[in-house]
């Protein structure tokens, strides 16, 4: 909280930030919705929101009715709308189909490795797996409904890079 008093803190190379719904709105959808998933792909992605929105909601049906675990339960009680977030169960093969591939930078026990820094992050277009969060950079540029990066201090568990 009070960093700028410290003489040891340093200053972190930060990602630009540039304010992107995805597509949300002109899709229709107002106010605000856990789909960071929904909006981060679609971005990354270059595809419409709406198709992306759709083919989650598609994926968390077909999971809710092949599996019986707890997600498929909480699926089945909740909807399977993406509007209410999703699962690494259901989006990752989604985001891999689409031609990217999971780079993990976290291990267990090891603590945070990778912040979310432009000098620690490769370029290129990325889907950032942050606590909680999947945001999109493309080209250096955090694109999101705000600006997840915490200062330049949030770990990043992993992302998807575009190959």
């Not at 930060?14 to 106010?31: C, V, Y």
């Not at 198709?51 to 077909?62: G, H, I, K, P, S």
């Not at 603590?111 to 606590?131: A, F, M, N, T, Y």
């Amino acid at each position: 909280m009070f960093g700028f008093l410290n003489p040891f803190s340093k200053a972190h190379s930060q990602f630009p930030f540039q304010l992107n719904d995805g597509g949300r709105e002109e899709a229709g959808f107002k106010g605000g919705a856990g789909d960071c998933v929904v909006r981060s792909i679609a971005i990354a992605a270059n595809l419409p929101y709406m198709q992306v929105y759709e083919d989650l909601r598609l994926a968390n049906e077909r999971y809710a009715q092949r599996r019986n675990d707890r997600l498929a339960k909480r699926l089945n009680i909740k909807g399977s709308s993406p509007r209410n977030g999703n699962h690494r169960n259901v989006f990752h093969d989604y985001i891999l189909g689409l031609g990217f591939e999971w780079v993990p930078t976290m291990k267990v026990g090891a603590g945070c490795q990778v912040h979310l820094r432009i000098d620690e992050l490769p370029p290129g277009v990325l889907i950032v797996k942050v606590s909680k969060h999947l945001t999109a950079i493309v080209n250096g540029v955090i694109y999101d409904t705000h600006d997840p990066s915490r200062g330049g201090n949030r770990c990043v568990y992993g992302y998807y890079i575009k190959t």
